[in-house]
């Protein structure tokens, strides 16, 4: 491991920018002696209008992975009396939910992805913050989240505290106490819908790929010529 970072500290001095997904890594690089470096945030598709005629008023999603599926466990289990009067639609993972929560679980593909963001009403973005690889995490999934109209509660990181602003297009939550609370704030419709609304436009602004992509093509392009 020891050799792995020194080649990319190597690369890192090489190259005439190097570009990160988070904080973390941006100081990384910096240290490691890099000339220029670039924070590049996750970016998803951004639709310029979003449709909220499938909401379903008390549904939550968590979207992930295997690797990530203990986060959400931890979580369900910890609020489950705080879950009564929700149902949570798990994307990515087959998870052991608590039996008194109300769950449904699907594999992830782009349609079954693209269908439970324009049903549910709250994303849930729990991460566990005694794994060290959380904090080379980018924060896709509150850009996910923001970029359908969803709001939603998110454990605070470097990453998640780059891309949203707690109170305005969701919620930080550091314990069971706040993740309990911020949903019964979520409870209500009107609430939702604008942050929700503040979350989108936000993601239009910030976190389009396809706007990034043409900043990033056009910084290659110059680079190349010159």
């Not at 449709?51 to 910890?78: A, C, F, M, Q, Y």
């Not at 769950?103 to 709250?122: G, I, M």
């Amino acid at each position: 491991i020891r050799g792995t970072f020194k080649k990319y500290a190597w690369l890192a001095r090489q190259a005439s920018e190097v570009w990160a997904g988070n904080r973390n890594a941006t100081d990384w690089a910096k240290a490691a002696g890099a000339q220029v470096v670039r924070w590049v945030p996750a970016t998803v598709p951004v639709p310029p209008i979003v449709n909220n005629d499938h909401r379903e008023d008390d549904l939550l999603v968590w979207v992930g992975t295997p690797s990530t599926k203990s986060d959400i466990e931890r979580l369900l289990h910890d609020l489950h009396d705080s879950l009564r009067g929700w149902r949570v639609l798990i994307v990515g993972a087959k998870i052991e939910a608590p039996p008194d929560v109300q769950v449904t679980q699907s594999d992830w593909s782009p349609e079954v992805e693209a269908d439970a963001l324009s049903r549910a009403s709250v994303g849930l973005y729990p991460l566990d913050l005694n794994q060290p690889w959380v904090m080379g995490k980018s924060a896709l999934k509150s850009v996910l989240f923001m970029a359908h109209g969803i709001p939603l509660i998110a454990t605070s990181t470097r990453s998640t505290l780059d891309v949203m602003t707690h109170g305005r297009e969701g919620f930080f939550a550091t314990s069971k106490t706040e993740w309990s609370e911020y949903l019964g704030i979520l409870r209500d419709e009107q609430t939702r819908k604008v942050m929700g609304a503040r979350g989108h436009q936000h993601a239009l602004a910030n976190f389009d790929s396809g706007s990034w992509g043409t900043e990033l093509c056009q910084i290659v392009i110059e680079h190349l010529s010159g």
